[in-house]
């Protein structure tokens, strides 16, 4: 018997549990990619998440054939690649590991009950989350709007279980028709992604490498580390988590494992990292309970907050980190750079594009969707509607992060704004977090002046928000 192993965002062999229930009950199995972007409907994977894909799927392709196997890609429907498939393979079966997007979530039931309909078996897995989103509920029956009480309900049924391994005696089976990797286009005709390569490393190994590396390192003082852009004070696994190249189960069991040789008070950092992965569970949580939240705000009050204009100009000085403000200028560059921004800037950042500027959270979303290599939409819609004022649990619209007191207290030696601002490196410290107090500086550095003026946009932004306030 031969059963298709669908992978989409779970490229992975260990703790894979479609593979690893496929591989028990099949003689042969399939490992398949479909490319199908189109079904992602308006969220379609950005430049940065294709570049990524690519090199996951290199990955997993090397390390099936590592087991003798390959990776077989196509591009097209995923149901009538499907079925395709399973009539080329005699496959009696198709297993795959759940998404849980909306639109990803109403394909799967469609191809579910088509594939039935045919005397197919189709079995789904969750390989992504600690807890499912309709597994966790308050007393009311209901879904979680605050993270706090959501986080005790999940933390209470984590228990660091020893992951599923990878299969060690898979046999496969294979078609003819398969494409190379190349051909699904994921690569930037124009090669723009040197700083992404050398950044990052796609792929199962590459996720355990960085786990291992933040296990050695950064998680002694994670708790005080974190805020620190400077520093590798984070474990960089979001995006190894959003391509499933590594699961929550491995990383808490692996950090288990390993913070149990450290003293007592430096295990006490495993806590705040679990609680910062819980974040992500809350977002998957919301999401699926409340699936208009990519586009909608969370909180139906903020329908009458009136957004300044778009303008294109000043959103575009933002995205290239052209804003005169040195601590929303690095963060945009380091984006740019590396795919990537810390998250402590990242909310920076945000406060500044929907407070000062007091341009649309949708914005920003949309910009971070093309340009992270974590892109997750549920991380980015809570992430985004969080600092904006109008999500779940929100930070209140009347905190605006002031990215020059930011700067003092997270880059007090400035050197995060040195590392992304080269302008600026030569610059006195003081000087450093605020440029435009010596026009010769900004003459002599050719860095720009402030674009807006902090006090005055803080000051229209909370008036905004009270005259919000009034017509509720």
């Known amino acids: 018997m031969t059963a298709i192993v669908w992978f989409r965002r779970d490229l992975r062999l260990a703790d894979n549990p479609a593979l690893s229930a496929a591989c028990a009950a099949h003689e042969r199995v399939l490992p398949v990619y479909i490319h199908a972007p189109d079904e992602d409907g308006e969220w379609a994977p950005g430049a940065a998440s294709r570049w990524w894909l690519h090199g996951s799927l290199e990955a997993l392709s090397g390390a099936l054939v590592g087991h003798g196997g390959s990776l077989h890609l196509r591009a097209g429907d995923s149901l009538e690649t499907l079925l395709a498939l399973c009539k080329a393979s005699g496959a009696t079966a198709v297993y795959w590991n759940r998404c849980y997007e909306p639109s990803a979530i109403a394909r799967d039931k469609r191809i579910k009950a088509a594939l039935r309909e045919q005397g197919i078996d189709a079995k789904s897995f969750n390989a992504a989350l600690w807890v499912e989103p309709w597994q966790v509920a ?177 959103l575009e000085r933002w995205r290239q980190g052209r804003t005169g403000i040195p601590l929303v200028d690095a963060g945009m560059r380091e984006l740019w750079h590396t795919g990537w921004m810390h998250n402590r800037v990242r909310m920076v950042v945000a406060s500044f594009l929907t407070k000062n500027l007091r341009q649309h959270w949708r914005e920003g979303a949309r910009w971070f969707w093309d340009t992270l290599v974590d892109a997750d939409l549920a991380n980015n819609t809570l992430g985004w509607q969080w600092v904006a004022g109008c999500g779940a649990d929100a930070a209140p619209y009347f905190r605006v992060f002031n990215p020059v007191s930011q700067a003092q207290k997270f880059d007090p030696e400035g050197d995060y704004l040195r590392h992304w601002l080269p302008e600026l490196k030569d610059a006195p410290l003081p000087l450093l977090h605020e440029p435009w107090k010596d026009a010769a500086l900004l003459a002599r550095s050719g860095y720009p002046a402030p674009m807006i003026d902090l006090a005055a946009s803080r000051h229209d932004a909370l008036a905004a928000y009270q005259a919000m306030r009034g017509r509720g």
């Open 138 to 314: 308050t007393k009311q029956d209901g879904p979680y709007r605050v993270f706090t009480p959501f986080w005790r309900s999940v933390r209470a049924q984590l228990a660091p279980d020893a992951p599923l391994p990878a299969p060690q005696a898979m046999r496969f089976a294979t078609v003819s028709g398969g494409l190379q990797l190349e051909a699904l286009g994921l690569l930037p005709r124009i090669r723009w992604d040197g700083g992404l390569r050398e950044s990052w490393t796609p792929g199962e190994q590459g996720a355990l490498d960085a786990l291992e590396l933040f296990a050695d390192d950064a998680l002694n003082g994670y708790a005080r580390l974190r805020d620190l852009p400077a520093r590798h004070g984070t474990s960089r696994l979001s995006p190894h988590l959003h391509f499933g190249e590594i699961s929550p189960r491995q990383i808490h069991h692996i950090l288990q494992r390993d913070t149990q040789r450290l003293d007592a008070k430096r295990r006490l950092d495993l806590e705040p990292f679990l609680r910062e992965l819980g974040w992500r569970e809350f977002a998957h949580h919301l999401l699926f309970h409340f699936p208009q939240t990519p586009t909608e705000n969370f909180s139906p009050g903020f329908a009458s907050f009136r957004w300044a204009e778009p303008d294109e100009a000043l």
